[in-house]
């Protein structure tokens, strides 16, 4: 699987080992916290919706894809959003020790669409040793169309985000996004992309990493 997912990536100039630390920044839910664990948790938890799994959710509209009252999906989310580690919220295997290898090399940039930072603080917080978190820098959005402007003010180029209509708007504006797949975005684009944080490191240079 992986020499394929390779094969996909090598065309658009994204080989392993060929990016720089200190040029890629990272969505957050469905990226480094995996959204998509707490959603179906909290949805069976609370309200008895226990026969959702998460190839079940194949679209940013949930209610699209899921027998689901609208209503409580964005109750949810708003449980989640409101208090991530409250709801129990859990970072997505491998995100947490990436993470912190880059922050040895360079800062690291997360560039999120939810509109309030205390929640993410907090959570990173819980999860991130102090040195990782000292070098994180947090940005907040409040909206998921606009976050090119904040990239580019970063001097970053590559970004990873798991909504792939986010990704395509970043390739047509002449950014080098990688999509991180999710059952919600696969078949929904063409762009280069990952399956989990193990082939995302592979595709960054850790060559001035010490020990």
Known sequence: MNSNHRAVLAPRGILPGSIRPDSIGFDFDGVIADIAEAFIRIACRDYGYCAIAPEDICSFQLEQCL?????????????????????????????????????????????????????????????????????????VTGDHDNKESFIRACNLRHFIDDRARTCRQLAEAGLEPIVYSQPWNRDRHDLPS??????????VDFRGETA
């Open 194 to 203: 990952v399956i989990d944080w193990h082939e995302l490191a592979e595709l």
């Open 67 to 139: 027998p689901i009252d609208g209503g409580v999906v964005e109750s949810i989310f708003a449980a989640i959003l409101e208090d991530s580690v409250g709801s129990g919220l859990k970072p997505i295997t491998g995100a947490i020790a990436t993470l912190s290898r880059l922050s040895r090399l360079a800062p690291v940039t997360i560039i999120t669409a939810r509109p309030e930072r205390r929640p993410v603080l907090d959570w990173l917080e819980l999860h991130c040793p102090p040195q990782t978190l000292r070098r994180i820098e947090l940005i």
